[in-house]
């Protein structure tokens, strides 16, 4: 399968606790963006790399949130200091890079995260 | 603000008839537009697009619309089959996707 691949696909965690997930991108793909989904709303952009370089962050991106992509290929993104507020659905999605038919982005499974 | 709106929450369908799912956006610099399906527990797939240049983008069942001076576009499919039934959302962008908070589709037999 090469598809886009997350690890875990549920974490459950106390508040203060730090959790980091993992995204393996589709290996042709150079953009990698991150998501993150709350019960019925759509998914909201957090982040987005070109290769290794980080171009966007959302103001939803808090100081506590960082997402990294060292070589390029798989990513991470990492919470520190977990509030109850960030339980949510945590997407990851790669593609070409932008600018209309063929550079659709695709999603992985997502990861659930619940903080107790 | 929201800048992309599904107003119907959700929609019921026989199967064999039509669904159409509408969305409204806001900003006019949009250019490129994407649906997608979720099923539950599942990250969302990439359904069917359609550039600003376009009004209208076909894929088997699934036809897309684009009106760009009322701000609407529209996703039919026809025929609706049970295994249609999930949660569709319009996606204007490219770079960043700007969801919409979905429509959730049933399609019954």
């Known amino acids: 399968d090469t598809g886009v691949s997350q690890d875990p696909r549920h974490k459950i965690t106390k508040r203060g606790q730090n959790v980091t997930f993992r995204c393996d991108p589709i290996s042709e793909h150079n953009r990698l963006y991150w998501y993150r989904q709350t019960l019925g709303q759509g998914p909201e952009f957090l982040t987005y790399f070109q290769n290794e370089a980080q171009l966007e962050k959302s103001r939803l991106l808090s100081d506590r949130f960082s997402a990294e992509r060292p070589k390029g290929s798989f990513s991470t993104l990492e919470i520190q200091r977990t509030e109850q507020g960030d339980s949510a659905m945590y997407l990851c999605?790669?593609?070409?890079?932008?600018?209309?038919?063929?550079?659709?982005?695709?999603f992985g499974p997502g990861t659930r995260l619940t903080v107790l | 603000d929201q800048q992309v709106k599904q107003n119907s929450p959700s929609l019921s369908v026989q199967e064999g008839r039509i669904s159409i799912l509408n969305c409204d956006y806001t900003n006019s610099m949009f250019d490129y537009f994407l649906w997608y399906k979720k099923y539950p527990a599942e990250g969302p797939t990439f359904l069917i697009s359609?550039?600003?240049?376009?009004d209208k983008n076909e894929d088997g069942r699934f036809t897309v619309f684009l009106n760009k001076s009322a701000k609407h576009l529209s996703l039919h499919i026809v025929p609706s089959q049970p295994g249609d039934s999930a949660v569709y959302f319009c996606a204007p962008g490219t770079d960043k996707l700007i969801f919409g908070t979905g429509t959730r589709l049933q399609v019954f037999p």
């Open positions: 359609i550039s600003s240049i376009k």
């Open positions: 999605a790669s593609s070409f890079p932008a600018g209309g038919p063929g550079s659709e982005q695709f």
